[in-house]
């Protein structure tokens, strides 16, 4: 099992210390938030680990019938995955969204078959992750909608969230279950299941035990990525509690 941990815990000034991060941890990064030569730094700071990169969300929404500039920043993100070898792009269906759900999600699946595409002739493997919160009233794919995604696009990976799956009430294992070989990797946080809080594992009251067993039998391949916002300051206290975790729950 693979472990990397989202820059989402360093924003902006705070990213070099992730330099210090044991080097046997991949990093995943928000591509959208600094320019090309930023990354080329940051990279050479953090040093050879595995990478992969988190496509826009904040600036892109695929279910905005009026933003077209979806596949301009999609090719720069994945032209940025090909250079620095990422062994995958997340990519988000929604943010908020505005109108009939079924003419969304047609919209939004029309979207994706291009990004799909374009990430193929990069090279680039797509992974879709679910989004959307019921607290928010956002939730464009519910559980058969999303996971009928890898049905329409078989060559797509497919990520879990916890956070949102926990705040939307599926039953985390059985989707784990369900996906099978088709997870490929897992954004790991917890919450109360009220909101989507991206606290580190053991401060919420989603079942570790059930869902790290149903990703050791049905998903070892799946890379876990710790999206934590929160928690930690340092990435030794970081290491120390991925450590702890991985004894609890033999992983």
């Not at 799909?116 to 009233?137: P, W």
Request: proline residues 3%; glycine residues 6%; contains cysteine.
């Amino acid at each position: 099992m693979k472990f990397e941990v989202s820059d989402l815990l360093f924003p902006a000034f705070t990213k070099d210390a992730m330099k210090n991060l044991d080097k046997q941890y991949g990093i995943e990064f928000f591509y959208e938030f600094g320019k090309d030569y930023y990354w080329n730094q940051q990279l050479e700071d953090w040093g050879e680990r595995a990478f992969s990169i988190h496509a826009p969300c904040v600036a892109l929404n695929l279910a905005d019938k009026e933003q077209e500039i979806y596949k301009q920043a999609m090719e720069k993100t994945f032209a940025y995955a090909q250079k620095c070898k990422a062994d995958f792009v997340v990519v988000h269906t929604n943010e908020a969204i505005a109108g009939d759900k079924e003419q969304l999600r047609e919209l939004v699946i029309s979207r994706l078959r291009k990004v799909i595409t374009l990430g193929e002739s990069y090279g680039v493997k797509v992974l879709i992750e679910n989004v959307g919160l019921r607290t928010k009233n956002n939730v464009l794919f519910d559980l058969p909608a999303y996971l009928a995604l890898f049905e329409t696009f078989p060559q797509a990976g497919a990520l879990i969230d916890t956070g949102h799956a926990h705040v939307n009430g599926w039953d985390i294992p059985e989707v784990v279950k369900a996906l099978g070989e088709r997870l490929a990797a897992c954004h790991v946080h917890d919450n109360d299941g009220n909101g989507d809080a991206h606290l580190p594992v053991g401060q919420g009251d989603i079942e570790w035990t059930a869902y790290f067993d149903a990703v050791k039998k049905y998903a070892p391949q799946a890379t876990q990525v710790f999206e934590y916002c929160c928690g930690f300051n340092n990435t030794k206290d970081l290491e120390e509690h991925i450590a702890e975790l991985k004894a609890n729950y033999k992983l």
